[in-house]
């Protein structure tokens, strides 16, 4: 299965509550991780053959930097989502009124513990 057809897969399992947004937003990092180690390689090897200095050279070299730069922006906004959804996690446990135990995915596969917020 490729990269945009599982992203798109855990979109319909976390629709379906298969899943946790936690867990959907760590196996988003990881395929996001994935898919710039698959790209990264092919400019690689694209950038082999080529002689350092010369305009094809510079071309691919730059589309390293360009790849390198989006997998910063696309883990930002990642770690961002991650943020909103705590954001919304301790609102709802505050218009509980506290003392409610909530699972929370950390993000880790296999790392489960309940999360108690005592206002």
Not at 28 to 51: G, M
Request: no cysteine; proline share 3%.
């Amino acid at each position: 299965m490729n990269i945009e057809a599982e992203k798109q897969a855990l979109d319909e399992k976390l629709a379906a509550n298969r899943i946790f947004a936690s867990q959907k937003l760590a196996a988003l990092r990881e395929l996001t991780a994935q898919e710039f180690v698959l790209n990264e390689q092919a400019l690689q090897d694209e950038l082999k053959p080529l002689h350092e200095g010369t305009a094809e050279y510079e071309k691919v070299y730059n589309q390293i930097r360009e790849l390198k730069a989006k997998l910063v922006v696309d883990l930002a906004a990642l770690d961002q989502s991650e943020t909103a959804q705590r954001a919304l996690i301790d609102e709802a446990l505050h218009q509980l009124g506290g003392g409610v135990k909530i699972p929370f995915e950390r993000g880790a596969p296999g790392f489960d513990f309940f999360f108690e917020k005592i206002v």
